[in-house]
């Protein structure tokens, strides 16, 4: 069974892999080129990827693809629709970096509610005037809209609760959402001090927060971004943060990455921004590995877990 390792993993889950009887694994490192790893698809038993963008036409070729895995949970970078067609089943790692974005979250909130930027440059520089003009503001009695209600989203709101916030969920894939919750996108959107994403980009989501809906948003309001960049309309973002109908933006993603040094979210006070380093803890990337290489062997051993399957419901599983 040949499984290939599109990117560098965490050794342990490589380990599970050469662990399998029969397996013959194929790695790569991140100087490997795309020619180097598609080739390598086309024999492919399983493949396992991280970021990596899977050609449908490579994954033609693929004729003994038996599973998909992801070394995360956001599939936007797999034709999951052909795998479906042909009964190929892509796992993600569905509880492995929950923690890790959920913090990551929090943690850009925090950042946005003591403009924490803005207060380091202003450290660094002595310029001790600037504690009598910061306005920085608390968490605690806020509104926030937790748009998505899955593993994340749900830890998300655990933490905000913590934090004295009043939560409102609101879950496009009609998810059990276990804390108040809203039937329309734009009524939580209206009530909303703080709005925060959690859910995984595809059609329906794409440019779910366009410039209708974030005209929508309660003005001043901060809009917290740890799930995928198309989610949001990037430049009628910006329109938004320019008349301050938002007032932040903290973001872990961009429509387009890796992210321009010129993009001009980059060049704003308003905006907090990561590199899509969410998940990026070691705690994650070694869960990560563990549970995207758990599900490869389960699934050339036709012992996988469905519910760790993002297309079970099309598989009739």
């Known amino acids: 069974m040949r499984i290939v390792v599109t990117e560098p993993i965490h050794d342990d889950g490589i380990a599970i892999l050469h662990e399998r009887p029969g397996a013959d694994v194929i790695t790569f490192d991140a100087h490997a080129s795309a020619d180097e790893i598609t080739s390598a698809i086309r024999g492919a038993d399983a493949i396992l990827v991280r970021t990596m963008l899977l050609p449908a036409d490579i994954l033609a070729q693929a004729k003994g693809l ?185 973001t872990d993603v961009f429509e387009t990455e890796p992210v321009a040094p010129a993009d001009p979210l980059l060049k704003r006070t308003d905006v907090i921004a990561t590199l899509h380093t969410a998940a990026m803890t070691a705690e994650s990337k070694r869960a990560m590995a563990v549970q995207a290489a758990a599900n490869v062997v389960a699934g050339l051993d036709s012992t996988l877990d469905p519910t760790v399957l993002i297309n079970r419901k099309e598989l009739g599983l």
Not at 145 to 160: F, H, T
Not at 214 to 243: F, T, W, Y
């Open 66 to 250: 038996k599973i998909i895995s992801k070394h995360g949970v956001g599939c936007d970078n797999i034709p999951v629709g052909q795998m479906t067609a042909r009964g190929v089943p892509v796992a993600i790692a569905a509880d492995a970096n929950a923690i890790s974005v959920a913090e990551h979250t929090m943690m850009l909130m925090l950042a946005c509610s003591r403009r924490l930027t803005e207060q380091d440059r202003e450290t660094r520089g002595a310029d001790w005037s600037y504690r009598y003009r910061v306005q920085g503001f608390e968490l605690s009695g806020k509104t926030i809209l937790v748009i998505g209600i899955g593993r994340i989203g749900q830890r998300v709101a655990r933490l905000c609760q913590a934090f004295g916030m009043r939560v409102i969920g609101y879950d496009p894939y009609a998810g059990t959402d276990p804390h108040e919750s809203v039937e329309t996108l734009e009524e939580g959107l209206a009530q909303a001090d703080i709005v925060t994403l959690h859910i995984p980009l595809g059609e329906t989501s794409r440019m779910m927060l366009d410039s209708h809906r974030l005209a929508g948003m309660k003005p001043g309001a901060v809009l917290i971004n740890c799930a995928r960049g198309g989610i949001v309309d990037e430049p009628a973002l910006i329109e938004a943060l320019d008349s301050d109908h938002i007032a932040l933006y903290g």
